[in-house]
Antibody, heavy 121, light 106 residues
Framework: QLQLQESGPGLVKPSETLSLTCAVSGGSVSTSSYFWGWIRQPPGKGLEWIGNIYYSGSTFYNPSLKSRVTISVDTSKSQFSLKLSSVTAADTAVYYC?????????????WGQGTLVTVSS | SYELTQPPSVSVSPGQTASITCSGD??????ACWYQQKPGQSPVLVIHQDTKRPSGIPERFSGSNSGNTATLTISGTQAMDEADYYC?????????FGGGTKLTVL
């Protein structure tokens, strides 16, 4: 059974860089059939897609976050990571990692449990 | 940037049919996906490729997509279906979400 687990600091100071890692177990990130993505959800609000990465390193980013986001993949460790720079209180959210099929119309079919990141001094 | 619009809330009586819409420019020319999220839980994919149900999703969940509107239909709605529902444009490697719809079963 595929499992995804987010990890990283739960508290980040304003203007600093948020860094999270998603460990994938029960499957491999080195597959051509799936993207690996990050999605976030501010408290009490809706889902916001952040970006996806393919095992080769190709990335797709939300245009509204693109200037601050970097997603990378480490196939040797079966994990992928998110970096979001220059954070503000508006970046406080539960951050989810998830798997998505690469075929047109494929959705995020496996999700991590989510991790709350608070931006505060 | 591309935007998807959902009604904030929909109410339905148990056993009746609930319809949740998702509107976007020429959405019918793309693919739509739908997710269910219950309080304190991660989202669950209920529809992909406009109309397909993942394994384990009940048959009462169905989807359609045409013109500018995708629709999630829940037939014979049950109390356990009360949740937030999100559409997503899942046509390519990108994937904007709609704002979400709270489904109340009363």
């Amino acid at each position: 059974q595929l499992q995804l687990q987010e990890s990283g600091p739960g508290l980040v100071k304003p203007s600093e860089t948020l860094s999270l890692t998603c460990a994938v177990s029960g499957g491999s990130v080195s597959t051509s059939s799936y993207f690996w993505g990050w999605i976030r959800q501010p408290p009490g609000k809706g889902l916001e897609w952040i970006g996806n990465i393919y095992y080769s390193g190709s990335t797709f980013y939300n245009p509204s976050l693109k200037s601050r986001v970097t997603i990378s993949v480490d196939t040797s460790k079966s994990q992928f990571s998110l970096k979001l720079s220059s954070v503000t209180a508006a970046d406080t959210a539960v951050y989810y990692c998830a798997r998505r099929e690469t075929k047109r119309g494929g959705g995020f079919d496996y999700w991590g449990q989510g991790t709350l990141v608070t931006v505060s001094s | 940037s591309y935007e998807l619009t959902q009604p904030p809330s929909v109410s339905v009586s148990p056993g009746q049919t609930a319809s949740i819409t998702c509107s976007g420019d020429k959405l019918g020319e793309k693919y739509a996906c739908w997710y269910q999220q219950k309080p304190g839980q991660s989202p669950v994919l209920v529809i992909h490729q406009d109309t397909k149900r993942p394994s384990g999703i009940p048959e009462r969940f169905s989807g359609s997509n045409s013109g500018n509107t995708a629709t999630l239909t829940i037939s014979g709605t049950q109390a356990m279906d009360e949740a937030d529902y999100y559409c997503q444009a899942c046509d390519t490697g990108t994937g904007v979400f709609g704002g979400g719809t709270k489904l109340t079963v009363l």
